[in-house]
């Protein structure tokens, strides 16, 4: 019994990353349409670190941000490449549109979305309340 209660203990202390695309739906999306202004969205800077002091990492900033996207609310299109994040809805749920899913992926609360490796994506709140998000990235200065 004790076995078991570790093990659970245990898996419960790794990260979810749920909301990532579905099995068998990675691939290309050209992201045709995509909106490239944000509407009903807020984004609010709460921290940052130096890198350069930190880490020799000079000319980059770790920073997080809360964002709050009203419904029907977008985050535009952007891109990740040189500039890894993760986000974590922290109530309600919003949809991501990623250039590596074919289909549209929700994330609900509690969901970490890992954002890295270059792929571009837009956000939507298709919900009937507010997505809070918090956002934390490298980003150059």
């Excluded at 203990?9 to 490239?36: D, H, M, R, V």
Aim: hydrophobic content about 40%; some cysteine; glycine content about 10%.
């Amino acid at each position: 019994m004790r076995r078991l209660f570790a093990l659970l203990l245990i898996a419960s202390a790794t990260p979810a990353f749920a909301g990532q695309c579905p099995a068998g739906k990675e691939g290309a999306n050209a992201l045709a349409g995509a909106p490239s202004a944000p509407a009903g969205v807020t984004d609010d800077l709460i921290g940052s670190v130096d890198l350069g002091a930190e880490l020799k990492l000079d000319g980059f900033d770790l920073r997080t941000r809360k964002l709050v996207v009203q419904p029907g609310g977008i985050v535009p299109l952007h891109s990740h490449k040189g500039r890894p994040a993760l986000i974590l809805t922290a109530s309600g749920a919003i949809t991501e549109y990623r250039s590596s899913c074919t289909v549209p992926i929700e994330h609900k609360a509690g969901d970490i979305a890992r954002e890295a490796d270059g792929i571009s994506h837009w956000w939507r709140n298709n919900g009937k309340v507010p997505a809070v998000l918090y956002s934390s990235d490298v980003k150059p200065r």
